[in-house]
């Protein structure tokens, strides 16, 4: 990255040097991505262990912008298992949407790249390698295998096609082989029922505007579902939702997850949500994984300070409190990211070594892992 100037602006001719480099890293990247009739072989790959969906193994995904590099994923690895939730938590910018972005390859691209790392997805006879994936193959693997539940329904609907259009479109897509305008009907019309819509022929018809909130949700999720997806991503599915309708979402999206026993991945701010939903957590902070277990061990026993803080700052019926925690200061900057462990600014636990390098991960049981410094000594490391 090109040197700053003392007040952190870069000079326009420091800007078109980044924008040159990039473009040579971004460019090169791009060749290899849309090669045609890449041999299988190639992303083609193994799940460590078969009973997972998803294992995320150590992924980088940058993005190459005109102020620098922006490393919003940086060596991130979890497990999404067969049949079960994963909730992510952090804080806002840490890196939970664009990881989930890269298993889609919904990256924004040029600029948005895996430079680093394996996604492996399993489809059951194969094992692709998603970073390695090229993108023709994506059309198939997206809607089919994983699909995403967004944020904002009303900007990802869309607002001149009615409602039954837009669900049979992907039928159409995904789906639509040997199948008549009638049988994509019939499915369009019983998955609304399915999500809980009761005048289903009637909201078939309308457009998104002339629906609530929490109905345009319903349709979303109508549409993620159309084709029984193994992974189901949500991000911050209820946010723009009141809280019944939030149970009500939340009940659908577990019941429909049981009946076609995919895997969840559910991205949220609200760890109530995450207390009811998640079967393991994983806690990022500033595009890395600082903390992951089951869901139990991370709500009895959180262990990263940033965790601990996080539990601390969520409030609790029936307890009185004159001010709920907060986490004292703010992320580092993406572009630059210090050596040391990123929380270290804010901790207010810090041992000696936390000035050192970043910290390892600690196993504090099979599956509860950290990365912090607090925890090598017990363990005898480092
Ligand atoms: N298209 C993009 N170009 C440049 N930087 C991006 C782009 N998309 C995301 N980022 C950066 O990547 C980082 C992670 O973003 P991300 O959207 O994953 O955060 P998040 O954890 O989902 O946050 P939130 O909880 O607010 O949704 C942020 O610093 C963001 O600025
Ligand atoms: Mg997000």
Same mark, same amino acid.
């Given at each position: 990255?090109?040197?700053?100037?003392?007040?952190?602006?870069?000079?326009?001719?420091?800007?078109?040097? $980044?924008?040159?480099?990039?473009?040579?890293?971004?460019?090169?990247?791009?060749?290899?991505?849309?090669?045609?009739?890449?041999?299988?072989?190639?992303?083609?790959?193994?799940?460590?262990?078969?009973?997972?969906?998803?294992?995320?193994?150590?992924?980088?995904?940058?993005?190459?912008?005109?102020?620098?590099?922006?490393?919003?994923?940086?060596?991130?690895?979890?497990?999404?298992?067969?049949?079960?939730?994963?909730?992510?938590?952090?804080?806002?910018?840490?890196?939970?949407?664009?990881?989930?972005?890269?298993?889609?390859?919904?990256?924004?691209?040029?600029?948005?790249?895996?430079?680093?790392?394996?996604?492996?997805?399993?489809?059951?006879?194969?094992?692709?390698?998603?970073?390695?994936? #090229?993108?023709?193959?994506?059309?198939?693997?997206?809607?089919?295998?994983?699909?995403?539940?967004?944020?904002?329904?009303?900007?990802?609907?869309?607002?001149?096609?009615?409602?039954?259009?837009?669900?049979?479109?992907?039928?159409?897509? =995904?789906?639509?082989?040997?199948?008549?305008?009638?049988?994509?009907?019939?499915?369009?019309?019983?998955?609304?029922?399915?999500?809980?819509? &009761?005048?289903?022929?009637?909201?078939?018809?309308?457009? #998104? =505007?002339?629906?609530?909130?929490?109905?345009?949700?319903?349709?979303?999720?109508?549409?993620?579902?159309?084709?029984?997806?193994?992974?189901?991503?949500?991000?911050? #599915?209820?946010? &723009?939702?009141?809280?019944?309708?939030? &149970?009500?979402?939340?009940?659908?999206?577990?019941?429909?997850?049981?009946?076609?026993?995919?895997? $969840?991945?559910?991205?949220?701010?609200?760890?109530?949500?995450?207390?009811?939903?998640?079967?393991?957590?994983?806690?990022?902070?500033?595009?890395?994984?600082?903390?992951?277990?089951? &869901?139990?061990?991370?709500?009895?026993?959180?262990?990263?300070?940033?965790?601990?803080?996080?539990?601390?700052?969520?409030?609790?019926?029936?307890?009185?409190?004159?001010?709920?925690?907060?986490?004292?200061?703010?992320?580092?900057?993406?572009?630059?990211?210090?050596?040391?462990?990123?929380?270290?600014?804010?901790?207010?636990?810090?041992?000696?070594?936390?000035?050192?390098?970043?910290?390892?991960?600690?196993?504090?049981?099979?599956? =509860?892992?950290?990365?912090?410094?607090?925890?090598?000594?017990?363990?005898?490391?480092?």
């Amino acid at each position: 990255m090109a040197k700053k100037k003392a007040e952190g602006y870069l000079s326009a001719k420091e800007s078109r040097q $980044i924008s040159k480099r990039n473009r040579k890293i971004t460019d090169e990247l791009e060749k290899k991505r849309k090669r045609k009739n890449v041999p299988e072989s190639e992303y083609v790959t193994k799940m460590h262990d078969p009973k997972n969906a998803v294992e995320f193994d150590n992924l980088h995904t940058y993005f190459f912008t005109d102020t620098g590099t922006v490393k919003s994923v940086d060596g991130v690895s979890f497990e999404v298992p067969i049949g079960k939730t994963v909730g992510i938590v952090g804080e806002s910018g840490c890196g939970k949407s664009v990881t989930s972005l890269s298993l889609m390859q919904l990256l924004q691209r040029p600029q948005g790249q895996i430079v680093e790392g394996e996604i492996r997805l399993n489809l059951g006879d194969k094992v692709y390698d998603i970073a390695k994936t #090229p993108q023709e193959k994506m059309q198939n693997i997206r809607g089919n295998m994983v699909s995403m539940i967004f944020q904002e329904p009303m900007t990802s609907l869309n607002p001149v096609f009615r409602i039954g259009r837009q669900i049979e479109e992907v039928i159409e897509l =995904h789906d639509g082989e040997g199948k008549s305008k009638e049988d994509i009907k019939a499915r369009t019309i019983e998955l609304l029922e399915m999500v809980g819509i &009761a005048n289903s022929e009637g909201v078939y018809k309308m457009y #998104p =505007h002339e629906l609530s909130g929490g109905m345009r949700q319903r349709v979303m999720i109508a549409i993620a579902l159309a084709c029984n997806p193994r992974i189901i991503i949500a991000d911050e #599915p209820t946010t &723009a939702l009141d809280v019944t309708i939030q &149970a009500q979402i939340l009940d659908l999206l577990r019941n429909l997850k049981d009946k076609i026993n995919s895997s $969840i991945m559910l991205i949220t701010h609200d760890l109530g949500v995450i207390a009811e939903m998640a079967d393991y957590i994983v806690v990022m902070y500033a595009g890395r994984v600082v903390e992951k277990g089951t &869901a139990e061990e991370i709500f009895e026993h959180p262990s990263h300070p940033y965790t601990i803080g996080l539990m601390a700052s969520k409030p609790v019926v029936g307890k009185k409190v004159d001010k709920l925690y907060s986490i004292p200061g703010k992320v580092p900057n993406p572009v630059d990211m210090p050596n040391y462990c990123y929380f270290k600014d804010r901790c207010e636990m810090c041992v000696g070594p936390c000035a050192g390098d970043y910290p390892p991960e600690i196993s504090l049981s099979e599956t =509860h892992k950290v990365s912090c410094y607090r925890y090598c000594e017990e363990k005898g490391e480092k």
